[in-house]
């Protein structure tokens, strides 16, 4: 994945900017754009060899079992743990773009929740 945003991945870059914290990185070790608040993951965007253009969200595992019921482009999240995070594949179209959003949106929150108060609270 090169380090230059495409310009399908600019609703993401537009979106994590309305988050307060949150960043939307390119992380050339792992050769994959990287979405953190406070330091802490809560996304990753990437390619899967069967699934193409993917992003990787955090959610709430009974949720994450749903939308892999709901869309056959969600599955279990690649290179996480499989209970705790889902991998949406892009290229299929199958999921809103509107249900995208709220998933980052959901992805994030999960995560700042974990955050000290402290922290929270500076953001």
């Known amino acids: 994945m090169p ?4 310009s399908d991945d600019q609703w993401i870059h537009a979106l994590v900017a309305t988050l307060p914290g949150a960043q939307f990185a390119y992380k050339p070790e792992w050769d ?8 802490k993951l809560f996304g990753m965007r990437g390619s899967h060899q069967e699934l193409g253009e993917i992003i990787t ?7 994450n079992e749903s939308l892999r ?6 599955v279990p999240g690649y ?3 499989k209970q705790h995070w889902n991998s949406v594949a892009l290229d299929t179209g199958e999921v809103p773009q509107d249900r995208l959003d709220d998933l980052v949106r959901e992805s994030y ?4 929740a974990k955050l000290p108060k402290a922290v ?3 953001l």
Not at 32 to 39: D, Y
């Open 120 to 122: 929270r609270e500076s």
């Open 57 to 63: 969200l955090k959610g709430d595992p009974a949720d």
């Open 32 to 39: 994959t754009w990287v979405l953190m608040v406070a330091g």
């Open 3 to 6: 380090a230059t945003l495409s």
């Open 69 to 74: 019921q709901e869309f056959t482009a969600v």
């Open 79 to 81: 290179y996480t743990n």
């Open 109 to 112: 929150a999960l995560v700042r």
